[in-house]
Nanobody, 124 residues
Framework: QVQLTESWGGTVQSGGSLRLSCGVS????????LGWFRQAPDKEREGVAQISHTGGRWYSDSVKGRFTISQGNAKNTVYLQMDTLQPEDTAKYYC??????????????????WGQGTQVTVAA
């Protein structure tokens, strides 16, 4: 059974940094991708970043150059380092997993497994 558990998010000032982590267990696919999505109030859930089992990465245009996705050495944790945060980054962030490779411009339906989400608030 796949389980994804995000760390606590938090509130930061505009321009600040925050790192999210997600514990991953139960993924048995030979190929897989882990991703981060976010959902702001009254908006659709959007893909932010992905990392494949081989280390390939994808970022949305809105976070490219500011966010970095990575995995721990044991590959049972996925991180999202968020720098130069802006108020528009305020959202609930979700960790997700899928069997298969990276997806260009992923939608929630591309991922099979989800964490419970964690709130990130960026104060102006």
């Amino acid at each position: 059974q796949v389980q994804l558990t995000e760390s606590w998010g938090g509130t930061v000032q505009s321009g600040g940094s925050l790192r999210l982590s997600c514990g991953v267990s139960g993924v048995t696919c030979n190929t897989y991708a882990l991703g981060w999505f976010r959902q702001a109030p009254d908006k659709e859930r959007e893909g932010v970043a992905q990392i494949s089992h081989t280390g390939g990465r994808w970022y949305s245009d809105s976070v490219k150059g500011r966010f970095t996705i990575s995995q721990g050495n044991a590959k049972n944790t996925v991180y999202l380092q968020m720098d130069t945060l802006q108020p528009e980054d305020t959202a609930k962030y979700y960790c997700a997993a899928r069997c298969g490779g990276l997806v260009w411009r992923p939608t929630p339906s591309d991922f099979n497994y989800w964490g419970q989400g964690t709130q990130v608030t960026v104060a102006a």
